[in-house]
């Protein structure tokens, strides 16, 4: 079993979140490289058997450019906050049509004391959560089972960050699940300790959180007709 984080890891994003600046990010880019990056690449590539025996259609891309990994460099044009870098990194295992049409991912967030795994569809536009909530209507069963089954439920929760107030239009309030429909992402996610990212068990511990996942992505992609 092999690690792939270190303290110093961590240590960096937290200087990172101190120093947001150009200069100190391009003096000190060389721990970036080694301490943050270089990792999160083996263990995107490591993972990569993994989710092939998950689903074929899914993509664990250790790649600088296009792969998984989200760039460190916030884009700012349309923020308040002017900031040019993340305080984590992220990536995310993509489905191969991903650039086609929504799809939803397989997640995984490095940040001091925040890290988590997690699944779904996160801020998608309205046509795809009007989608799924309608394939939620009417496959309830099959939605309960992915999204509610007790292997799910004991390991992960659901995002509550963003709710509507109110039933959307068009769907019963009645309905078994109605607290999902009024959901604007899709998503499941539990959190990691950082000893567990730093840890020599961290790829055993993604591996049995992706399968858990898996049957909750199947369903999501099915709502979106996409191959799982």
């Known amino acids: 079993m092999s690690t792939y984080f270190s303290d110093r890891s961590f240590r960096f994003l937290r200087a990172l979140a101190r120093n947001n600046n150009r200069t100190w990010f391009h003096a000190h880019k060389a721990d970036y490289e080694a301490q943050v990056r270089a990792p999160f690449q083996q263990l995107l590539t490591d993972l990569q058997p993994i989710i092939a025996g998950i689903s074929p259609h899914y ?3 250790p790649r600088t450019v296009g792969g998984s990994m989200f760039r460190i460099q916030r884009d700012t044009r349309f923020a308040n906050d002017k900031s ?8 995310r295992v993509f489905h191969e049509r991903r650039r086609q049409v929504a799809a939803p991912s397989f997640y995984i967030h490095l940040q001091p004391g925040e890290c988590f795994v997690g699944a779904g569809l996160w801020h998608p ?15 309830p069963a099959g939605w309960k089972a992915a999204a509610h089954g007790t ?28 607290d999902d429909l009024r959901r604007k992402n899709f998503a ?7 000893d567990t990212m730093t840890g020599p068990r ?3 511990t993604l591996r049995s959180d992706l399968e858990t ?6 369903y999501l992609c099915a709502s979106l007709d996409l191959e799982f």
């Open 59 to 61: 993509r664990s891309d």
């Open 84 to 91: 040019p870098y993340k305080g984590w990194q992220g990536a």
């Open 125 to 139: 536009e309205t046509p795809t959560v009007r989608r799924v909530r309608h394939f939620i209507v009417d496959n």
């Open 151 to 178: 292997r799910l439920r004991r390991r992960f929760r659901h995002d509550d960050s963003e709710m509507l107030v109110r039933m959307p239009a068009g769907f019963p309030s009645d309905f078994e699940f109605a």
């Open 188 to 194: 499941a996610l539990r959190p990691l300790g950082d």
């Open 202 to 204: 961290l790829l055993a």
């Open 213 to 218: 996942l898996a049957p909750f992505v199947d």
